[in-house]
Nanobody, 121 residues
Framework: QLQLIESGGGLVQPGGSLKLSCVVS????????MGWFRQVPGAEREFVAT????????FYADSVKGRFTISRDIAKNTMYLQLNALKPEDTAVYYC??????????????WGQGTQVSVSS
């Protein structure tokens, strides 16, 4: 079993930046592909970005491409999401997930509890 804990969310003005972290703990017997998703009330969980086991491959949703950057530090068992040029429509609860390299939420086995990102002036 893995535990994922996100941090770094908060309130930021449009155009601002945040950096989210996701620390993985528990029985880590191998590296996992990981991803970030986000969700607003009443909507399905939306794919944001994914990174493969080595960190050498990444894939982004079109809505965040060029503004967000996913990365990972394998030695620290931590994944990051750098959010730049934030827009009000980026407001959501952001979740990290582990288990695969995929844009499809149901393919992931492990999920964090989420961290709120709010973009407002």
């Amino acid at each position: 079993q893995l535990q994922l804990i996100e941090s770094g969310g908060g309130l930021v003005q449009p155009g601002g930046s945040l950096k989210l972290s996701c620390v993985v703990s528990g029985h880590i017997d191998r590296n996992y592909g990981m991803g970030w998703f986000r969700q607003v009330p009443g909507a399905e969980r939306e794919f944001v970005a994914t990174i493969n086991q080595s960190g050498g491959s990444t894939f982004y949703a079109d809505s965040v491409k060029g503004r967000f950057t996913i990365s990972r530090d394998i030695a620290k068992n931590t994944m990051y999401l750098q959010l730049n040029a934030l827009k009000p429509e980026d407001t959501a609860v952001y979740y990290c997930a582990a288990g695969t390299y995929s844009s499809i939420a149901r393919n992931y086995e492990y999920w964090g509890q989420g961290t709120q990102v709010s973009v407002s002036s």
